[in-house]
């Protein structure tokens, strides 16, 4: 894990109101994902998810990484380094953040379609965004996605949750 410095923006960044702070952190994800992708498969890595939160330590936008053999540190740092000066750049406006970028580790996120096939067979801890049927959290064996509806077995029963629906996935042990 690799923690880059501070990043001090303009002031204005919106996030008094909790409705426009939700709709700026994905736009943030987006703009990341957009500058950060690119710069992956330049060095042979698989960019697995960004995340841009608020945590006890004050905002930080997390990088997940991964290639095939495993990822070294140097692997994050190389990452961390360039992708510091792209942001400094092209994200003046988010207000002041951490950049850290990481590897997925054994409870690896799910984020992309691809992500729900690829995994197959392993199980999953997913959160909706909304509750389905009473309960936002779900644990089960993961059976793929199909027509982006992602399917999970849970105590026998067949579950199905719309992709879009979906907060947050993780492997689990």
Not at 20 to 35: D, F, H, P, S
Not at 53 to 69: A, H, M
Not at 127 to 152: A, C, E, M, W, Y
Request: charge should be negative; proline fraction near 3%; hydrophobic fraction near 35%.
């Amino acid at each position: 894990m690799v923690k880059k410095g501070r990043h001090q923006t303009k002031k204005g960044d919106g996030f008094g109101d909790s409705h426009k702070a939700g709709m700026k952190e994905q736009n943030v994800i987006r703009q990341v994902w957009t500058l950060a992708e690119p710069l992956c498969d330049s060095e042979g890595l698989e960019l697995i998810q960004v995340e841009y939160q608020r945590e006890s330590s004050g905002r930080i936008l997390r990088l997940y990484v991964d290639k095939s053999g495993g990822i070294r540190l140097d692997d994050c740092v190389e990452v961390s380094r360039q992708l510091s000066d792209i942001l400094d750049v092209h994200l003046e406006d988010i207000g002041p953040y951490n950049l850290e970028v990481t590897s997925p580790g054994p409870d690896r996120p799910l984020a992309r379609k691809r992500d729900f096939d690829r995994y197959e067979g392993n199980r999953v801890k997913i959160k909706t965004f909304q509750p389905l049927d009473g309960r936002k959290n779900f644990t089960g064996v993961l059976l793929g996605i199909s027509n982006d509806v992602v399917s999970l077995e849970i105590d026998g029963q067949i579950v199905a949750i719309a992709y879009v629906d979906i907060s947050k996935a993780r492997l689990i042990e």
